[in-house]
């Protein structure tokens, strides 16, 4: 199964700060690469999809750049309702592996 | 909209069976992937097994393969997960997830989740 290493596993930020979030993957999967948020006792949501491209409604302030095994996640500006553990997903290939998530704090 | 809601999670002795349902509305059902992923407690997310539109794909993790089986009822809509030979280790929140084109998108959109807990 492919591995996917996601750093940092938690960080600490404020309001209106920029924040950047990184996945690596243990093998080419070309930009079959998705960003979930995820809210405490809520479902996940899509945000990004093929690497860079915005789920319907996401906000702009969120971007996702990479391909092959190298993968951001950027908030711009966050706003308090960004709080949240956020993960990727490869979706290359059967089995689909996810990140293992990063905690999104307020400083 | 797109709307998910998942059934059937409960608690249950290790060994035994469950079966999990997912109704879904809001978009064509019979035109997409479905798949199943699973959160155990404080944990993050694990991709559990999928089905093509039609039943004729499926795809499974290796850590259910051969417990759990997963189908579909397209003329009612809804997804299903048969759990049996449960263990401790799959205690957790299940949610469906429809897959955004095919069984090669990312998943879209997501159900609430239902709760497993295997525990004698």
């Known amino acids: 199964a492919i591995r996917i290493t996601q750093s940092p596993s938690s960080l600490s930020a404020s309001t209106g700060d920029s924040v950047t979030i990184t996945c690596r993957a243990s093998q080419d999967i070309s930009n079959y690469l998705a960003w979930y948020q995820q809210k405490p006792g809520k479902a996940p949501k899509l945000l990004i999809y093929?690497?860079?491209t915005l789920h319907s409604g996401v906000p702009s302030r969120f971007s996702g750049n990479g391909s092959g095994t190298d993968f951001t996640l950027t908030i711009s500006r966050l706003q308090s309702e960004d709080f949240a553990t956020f993960y990727c997903q490869q979706y290359y290939t059967y089995p689909r592996t996810f990140g293992q998530g990063t905690k999104v704090e307020i400083k | 909209q797109v709307q998910l809601v998942e059934s059937g999670g409960g608690v249950v002795q290790p060994g035994r069976f469950l079966r999990l349902s997912c109704a879904a509305s809001?978009?064509?059902?019979?035109?997409?992937?479905m798949h199943w992923v699973r959160q155990a407690p404080g944990k993050g997310l694990d991709w559990v097994a999928v089905?093509?539109?039609?039943?004729?794909?499926?795809y499974y993790a290796d850590s259910v393969k051969g417990r759990f089986t997963i189908s579909r009822d397209n003329s009612k809509n809804t997804l299903f997960l048969q759990m049996s030979s449960l263990r401790a280790e799959d205690t957790a929140v299940y949610y469906c997830?429809?897959?955004?084109?095919?069984?090669?998108?990312?998943?879209?959109?997501w159900g609430q989740g239902t709760l497993v807990t295997v525990s004698s």
């Open positions: 809001g978009f064509t059902f019979s035109n997409y992937g």
């Open positions: 997830a429809k897959d955004h084109r095919g069984i090669v998108g990312a998943t879209d959109y």
């Open positions: 089905i093509s539109h039609d039943g004729s794909n499926k």
């Open positions: 093929a690497a860079s």
